[in-house]
């Protein structure tokens, strides 16, 4: 008696536990949610962040109960009798009234305007990113100024003092003024005059080519999956990004070819899948198949599609020809939609590791992951493949672009020889 009495003191204090642990997420919710300044999709990852912990990763019995999907959908403005109406109220410690609070609330209004004229275009989530950063910075460099009540001669300034003082490059002078003329025409609908401003040119520079043997050396110093990568950015010519988001899907053996979707200029292509990684790329995605059906027990097999595409087809986040070839080993969270997922892997180990490779090989040039994209091109063209071919496997618009390889190549037959190597006196 006194031990079936003891069993229901332990099974009583352990559903008190599981009960009290739920109540304690509960109201952390609730006050995370008070924040009138947390964006919809901030709060949502945190909602995400601990079912991925306490359902996903722990695996708590009470975890599986919870119901998620209430405090998910508490991100959007519900009927007063919700949990956590208290995010739609006015934070009483800061006056509407004040001047401060005035301005910043109009800020964080324009921003989300052009967020929203952003995500309208579809353009990507960097652009998105950079264009924020940039908005910020001119606001804040006219002590926080509605830029409405700015214009042209302030973005001129803002600009060149970009350029004088803080030395900026061409490249990111022009970054700066691509967002703010989409800030003032696609916004604000006002045209910005920018009469005697001359933009910034970008130098036009020769690439870095490695040798056949400097790409040996270099591939001799990298391993797994970083020799794999690495290996196809050399033998496809793909960019850095096309490597990091190439989806299962895309790879066809049987074929032996790479599909590259979405390219540089919304441009779809094929390369051609070397045969030298066909066997390491089969084992890879062997483990990464691994992988995914683990995900997928535990309740979190789901890639990023982009919006249309995963409202056409909603199953497809969870099906293995759209998973990642190159899947990070870690989870985590959409900025947009606060899904938690397995993205694809980080591009800059790779790209830390091409450098530390390189250094390794004793090579005494520049070397980075675009250098391969340049080789490949190259070694093309040395070896005979026309021009246009080459154009057609890097996705380049103009001819003209990929002329740039023949920098290195032998002109009219034997090429030119220079004096010093001259052994004969002309006829």
């Given amino acids: 008696m006194r031990d079936a009495v003891g069993v229901g003191n332990l099974r009583r204090r352990r559903v008190d536990r599981q009960r009290r642990a739920a109540e304690d997420v509960a109201g ?11 964006a919809d999709w901030q709060y949502r990852q945190v909602v995400e962040a601990l079912k991925v912990l306490f359902a996903g990763v722990l695996e708590l019995p009470w975890a599986a109960n919870f119901d998620w999907s209430f405090w998910h959908d508490s ?6 009798t919700h ?6 109220q006015p934070d009483p410690s800061r006056s509407p009234e004040a001047p401060g609070a005035r301005r910043r609330g109009t800020q964080e209004q324009l921003l989300e305007a052009l967020v929203g004229e952003i995500r309208r275009r579809a353009y990507s989530i960097r652009t998105e990113r950079t264009y924020v950063h940039w908005i910020r910075r001119f606001v804040a460099s006219f002590h926080n ?3 409405r009540e700015l214009g042209a001669v302030e973005v001129k300034a803002f600009l060149e003092r970009l350029a004088v003082q803080r030395k900026v490059g061409p490249s990111t002078q022009n970054q700066a003024l691509c967002a703010l003329v989409f800030l003032y025409r696609e916004v604000l609908h006002r045209r910005l005059e920018l009469d005697g401003f001359a933009r910034a040119k970008r130098p036009r520079r ?3 080519v490695l040798t056949r043997d400097e790409v040996r050396a270099l591939l001799a110093r990298l391993e797994g999956t970083q020799h794999l990568m690495t290996s196809l950015l050399y033998g496809t010519g793909m960019r850095l990004m096309e490597v990091v988001r190439l989806r299962v899907k895309d790879v066809d053996f049987g074929y032996r070819q790479i599909v590259v979707r979405d390219a540089k200029g919304a441009k779809d292509r094929v390369v051609p899948l070397p045969e030298a990684v066909t066997a390491p790329l089969r084992a890879h995605l062997a483990r990464v198949r691994e992988l995914f059906e683990e995900d997928g027990r535990r309740g979190l097999g789901e890639v990023y599609l982009p919006e249309g ?6 199953n497809a ?4 020809p759209w998973q990642y070839v190159f899947p990070s080993s ?3 969270f959409d900025s947009r939609s606060g899904k938690g997922r397995r993205h694809h892997l980080h591009e800059n180990g790779l790209q830390k590791a091409v450098k530390r490779a390189g250094v390794a090989a004793g090579i005494a040039k520049r070397v980075h992951c675009h250098s391969l994209r340049h080789s490949f091109a190259t070694h093309l063209l040395e070896h005979g493949y026309d021009i246009r071919t080459v154009q057609d496997l890097l996705g380049h618009a103009d001819v003209s672009t990929t002329m740039i390889y023949t920098h290195v190549l032998n002109r009219g037959g034997q090429g030119v020889v220079s004096p010093l190597d001259m052994r004969s006196t002309p006829p």
């Fill in 28 to 38: 952390y919710l609730r006050e995370v949610g008070g924040n009138a300044r947390l």
């Fill in 83 to 88: 949990a956590t109406v208290a995010r739609d």
């Fill in 330 to 332: 870690r989870l985590s």
């Fill in 75 to 80: 991100a959007r403005r519900l009927e007063s």
């Fill in 317 to 320: 986040p969870r099906e293995w």
């Fill in 206 to 208: 020769l690439p870095v």
């Fill in 145 to 147: 100024r509605d830029p």
């Fill in 309 to 314: 595409l995963g409202r056409k087809y909603p």
